[in-house]
């Protein structure tokens, strides 16, 4: 006969395997409704999910694991940050468990799902479009969240994040000063509130000054095929022109197709790009960029993360840092 689990439970009880997991395996005084506890219990002796068991996963401890999940690991900033929240995580007695979701929601909801059963104490996560379910999800049940980098509209976590609208401004002003003719913004179409920060500040302070831009916007694949049409477009050498890439994966693809076409830097065109990344340093000239706190981020949202494990709050704090522009050659 198969022996019973927590997803057969879940099934029979009409809750999620989280919530199982959740009452199965973490201490007494679960913050799930005693009548979902008790629902759950019951359905676990009726198949034979020993009460033994159940009483000793009750009194468990907490697992000591925590779960991140970021939108691309390949992309230095993630990778980066990952590992700078794993040795924060590690002060405090955690074991960090990484997944990268790809930009993919349904990924990011099987990562949530996956730790879950893991019983991962709580989650770090970089949402994702069109993964207001999955966390909405963790909400309601109490799950301890924190997002990092990113957060979404309409929903109050606790979060690290840093100054996107202003830094944005303030390379916009930048750039205002040298007086160029054209000012180029790259960016993503996106519904990412962090990012369109970044496109909005940037717009109302060229606004302010009546200056007009030009904005490139791609997609989040195929960034480098898209990056590179839309400079061989929009891109006019006659011009003094200054272009502004709004993350590091358009900087990348932009600084690519530059040195393709033999455009010089700052000869032709001058650029800003966003993160601190080290493919910048290949490039032959210096490339001026914005550098996020990378270990504040971490060791914040690791402290964040551990408060809520220790003292659910159903509302917290969105922490800002502020991001440094670092100016170097590549502007003129």
């Keep these: 006969m198969k022996r019973a689990s927590i997803k057969d439970i879940a099934r029979i009880a009409g809750v999620s395997v989280a919530t199982v997991s959740y009452v199965l395996n973490k201490k007494e005084g679960s913050r799930i409704s005693e009548a979902t506890q008790k629902k759950i219990l019951e359905v676990a002796q009726s198949i034979n999910y020993t009460p033994n068991k159940i009483a000793k996963s009750l009194k468990m401890s907490k697992s000591k694991l925590i779960g991140l999940i970021v939108a691309d690991i390949s992309n230095d900033f993630y990778s980066n940050i990952a590992r700078s929240i794993e040795d924060e995580a590690m002060k405090l007695g955690y074991t960090l468990l990484i997944g990268s979701c790809d930009e993919n929601p349904e990924k990011f909801a099987k990562l949530t799902e996956l730790f879950s059963e893991q019983q991962v104490d709580g989650m ?37 994040m840093i100054n996107n609208f202003e830094i944005s401004e303030q390379i ?33 302070r060229a606004e302010k000054s009546g200056t007009s831009i030009k904005r490139i916007l791609t997609g989040i694949h195929h960034i480098t095929e898209e990056v590179h049409q839309q400079l061989r477009d929009n891109l006019d050498l006659s011009k003094k022109t200054a272009i502004y890439f709004s993350s590091n994966k358009l900087g990348i693809a932009g600084l690519r197709y530059l040195i393709d076409n033999n455009i010089k830097v700052p000869e032709n065109v001058s650029l800003v790009a966003f ?18 706190p990378l270990e504040e981020l971490a060791r914040e949202s690791v402290k964040l993360l551990d408060n809520q494990i220790n003292s659910y709050a159903k509302e917290g704090r969105r922490v800002t840092f502020k991001a440094e522009f670092i100016e170097r050659s590549s502007v003129e």
């Design 124 to 160: 770090i996560v970089a949402p994702v479009v069109d993964s207001d379910d999955a966390i909405n999800k963790l909400i309601r049940e109490e799950y301890p969240i924190v997002t990092i980098d990113r957060y979404l509209k309409n929903i109050d976590l606790p979060g690290v």
């Design 172 to 204: 916009c002003n930048h750039l205002l000063l040298k007086n160029f003719d054209e000012l180029i913004y790259v960016g993503y179409d996106t519904e990412l509130p962090h990012l369109l920060d970044r496109q909005y500040g940037f717009d109302k």
């Design 275 to 292: 993160d601190e990344t080290e493919a910048y340093y290949l490039f032959p000239t210096e490339v001026s960029f914005v550098r996020q």
